[in-house]
């Protein structure tokens, strides 16, 4: 049943209050010093002191003035965050009080706050097995309030899962260097190629979203399981030690051969589940990464 109006503002609202708490708390510092600007722009030219780089000294000024002065330079800072979300039927899936789609809500949240507070603009691309819903990237409180209703209430046209085309349109529709974020269950297959072309381009940032129940099953009897994308159906006896082991290992076997592509082509990426707090795997994921760039 569709949230009403009202229900949704609370929702957004709760959101907010939380994401934003975690941003001043968790990741004040680390998202400036994680994320780099695009470079170093040219700020004003002083007097040159004991200590300066003398590279940095600007001859035709210097020559004019009679002595030194130096160039001084300012990291430009500005980036533009884009936030690829994943919104095939699977990631209405959730066993344990929330979805993979509401934990990808509020990790969007968490994201694009902790962007605008360092002046950084946030875009979104939702997709599904066609692009779905493209918000140019904007700076501002209200614009961020907008991505998190769309990823919380967008109703997608399609059910299935195409990275591929989703990598394509941030490769072609992103001019300039952005980093990327894409949440997803990356259950899909084929998008090898357009992940290392989208990787070379843009920094490019892999969070996995999955549920307990995706990795291994309860003992509970027959159970029936259907694919939420393509409306395939099997019929699984839980009570079946090998049944349930033999589905565990391929869970398993899908989720070593994801992280093995995101390693061979050295793209950062992070686990999510909706029975764990997404902001522990996140804040650790910001620390190793400021720690590594340091």
Known sequence: MPLSAQEILKKVRRIEIRTNRLVNESLAGEYHSVFK?????????????????????????????????VKKFVE?????????????????FGTVGTTKREVAAEVCALLAFSAIRNHDRVGLLIFTDREERYVPPRKGRNHVLRVIR??????????????????????????????????????????????RLANRKHDLIALTLSDPRELELPAVGILELE?????????????????????????????????RLFRQNEIDFVELSTDHPYDVPLVRFFHDRARRLR
Do not use: C, Q
């Not at 769309?150 to 952005?178: C, D, H, M, Q």
């Open 150 to 195: 769309e990823v919380l209430t967008f109703a997608p046209k399609g059910k299935g899962t195409n990275l591929t085309l989703a990598l394509e349109s941030l490769t072609r529709g992103i001019r300039r260097r952005s980093v990327a974020f894409v949440l997803s269950d990356f259950l899909d297959r084929g998008f090898e190629r357009a992940l």
């Open 227 to 259: 694919d939420a994308e393509t409306g395939e159906r099997i019929l699984i006896d839980t009570w079946d030690r090998r049944a349930v082991r033999r589905f565990a290992e391929r869970a398993h076997e899908r989720r070593e051969i994801r992280r």
């Open 37 to 69: 600007g695009r470079g170093m722009e040219f700020d004003e030219v002083r007097e040159y002191t004991p200590g300066d780089d003398i590279r940095t000294i600007d001859w035709n000024v210097t020559s004019r003035m009679g002595h030194p002065y």
């Open 76 to 92: 430009e800072r500005e980036l533009t965050v884009v936030l690829l979300v994943d919104a095939s039927a699977s990631g209405d």
